[in-house]
């Protein structure tokens, strides 16, 4: 009894040490997260509640409680949001398509092979040491109204000859889903590396068909994969403002809500339109996220 007894004016000896250790390891991490994160955010929450000073210039706002700035971006801005989640969520759809068959490959196929597989994980990452930007711009030549892409359609008739591919939604779409294949790829290639093929023998020796086996074993388990690469992919490719740009591929009628928000922000100065419009895009991310994540019962990724 004496023994326990001293253990544990030991242990409660211990104990305040201990925590004041874990806090000034966490301290770090919390200031970073507070300077980083909550501080911009706040502000970005308090501006977007401003009001105009009267009589004031352009870009001058005072400190207020403006709730209708988000009713007013809404209305205002309505076509965009729509149209943003709409190119998301269909480059998103496609990456996948495209990212699933090449994952598969380099993680299964391959896996006997490591040069080969070595090499198709270089190619999937090669697009990244080349900056966002000039891969971006490097399609807008490839689409541009002389290049030969464009001359072949309008000689076999695919194309008037006063039509152009830059500006179109298709185009759009195509340079979203291209950007970030890679953002697919790699979280699917981990998942699927991990993949036990006895199973897929075992599902070939009880006479099941490849196909049968693929959506009875392999999709199901590269689920966690799927969810993890589609997050990616599809929270930048909502707020991505470069490709839709006028500057790149796209043209006003393809204006997404990140091309909005640049614009409010850099040129017509509308601080709290275009901080309300981050805010709504923030808020309707975190909750498309969280519905996601439950309906397809990976909420360990939370």
């Given at each position: 009894?004496?023994?326990?007894?001293?253990?544990?004016?030991?242990?409660?000896?211990?104990?305040?040490?201990?925590?004041r250790?874990?806090l000034?390891?966490?301290?770090?991490?919390?200031?970073?997260?507070?300077?980083?994160?909550?501080?911009?955010?706040?502000?970005?929450?308090?501006?977007?509640?401003?009001?105009?000073?009267?009589?004031?210039?352009?870009?001058?706002?005072?400190?207020?409680?403006?709730?209708?700035?988000?009713?007013?971006?809404?209305?205002?801005?309505?076509?965009?949001?729509?149209?943003?989640?709409?190119?998301?969520?269909?480059?998103?759809?496609?990456?996948?398509?495209?990212?699933?068959?090449?994952?598969?490959?380099?993680?299964?196929?391959?896996?006997?092979y490591?040069?080969?597989?070595?090499?198709?994980?270089?190619?999937?990452?090669?697009?990244?040491?080349?900056s966002?930007?000039?891969?971006?711009?490097?399609?807008?030549?490839?689409f541009?109204?002389?290049?030969?892409?464009?001359t072949?359609?309008?000689?076999t008739?695919?194309?008037?000859?006063?039509?152009?591919?830059?500006?179109?939604?298709?185009?759009?779409?195509?340079?979203?889903?291209?950007?970030?294949?890679?953002?697919?790829?790699?979280?699917?290639?981990?998942?699927?590396?991990?993949?036990?093929?006895?199973?897929?023998?075992?599902?070939?020796?009880?006479?099941?068909?490849?196909?049968n086996?693929?959506?009875?074993?392999?999709?199901?388990?590269?689920?966690?994969?799927?969810?993890?690469?589609?997050?990616?992919?599809?929270?930048?490719?909502?707020?991505?403002?470069?490709?839709?740009?006028?500057?790149?591929?796209?043209?006003?009628?393809?204006?997404?809500?990140?091309?909005?928000?640049?614009?409010?922000?850099?040129?017509?100065?509308?601080?709290?339109?275009?901080?309300?419009?981050?805010?709504?895009?923030?808020?309707?991310?975190?909750?498309?996220?969280?519905?996601?994540?439950?309906?397809?019962?990976?909420?360990?990724?939370?």
């Amino acid at each position: 009894m004496a023994q326990l007894a001293t253990r544990g004016k030991i242990s409660a000896a211990g104990q305040p040490k201990k925590s004041r250790i874990v806090l000034l390891l966490l301290l770090p991490g919390m200031i970073y997260l507070g300077l980083f994160f909550i501080t911009p955010f706040v502000s970005l929450i308090t501006t977007s509640l401003q009001a105009p000073i009267p009589g004031g210039g352009i870009g001058q706002y005072q400190a207020g409680f403006e709730i209708g700035n988000y009713a007013f971006v809404t209305g205002e801005y309505l076509e965009q949001i729509v149209r943003s989640f709409i190119y998301a969520t269909v480059a998103t759809l496609l990456a996948l398509a495209f990212s699933y068959p090449i994952a598969y490959f380099i993680a299964v196929k391959a896996r006997n092979y490591p040069i080969l597989q070595g090499l198709m994980l270089t190619l999937v990452i090669a697009p990244f040491f080349i900056s966002f930007l000039l891969r971006t711009f490097a399609w807008k030549e490839i689409f541009g109204q002389d290049s030969w892409i464009s001359t072949l359609l309008r000689d076999t008739s695919f194309m008037a000859q006063d039509e152009f591919l830059l500006g179109t939604p298709m185009v759009v779409i195509f340079g979203l889903t291209y950007n970030f294949i890679p953002f697919m790829t790699l979280p699917l290639y981990t998942n699927l590396e991990r993949l036990d093929t006895a199973l897929l023998e075992a599902g070939s020796d009880l006479y099941a068909k490849p196909a049968n086996t693929f959506w009875k074993v392999t999709f199901p388990l590269s689920i966690p994969g799927i969810t993890s690469g589609t997050l990616l992919t599809f929270i930048p490719i909502a707020g991505d403002y470069v490709t839709a740009s006028r500057s790149f591929l796209g043209s006003p009628n393809t204006a997404m809500l990140g091309n909005v928000i640049e614009s409010n922000f850099l040129r017509i100065q509308d601080y709290p339109s275009a901080s309300a419009l981050s805010v709504m895009l923030m808020a309707a991310i975190v909750v498309l996220v969280a519905v996601y994540i439950r309906r397809t019962g990976t909420e360990d990724l939370l």
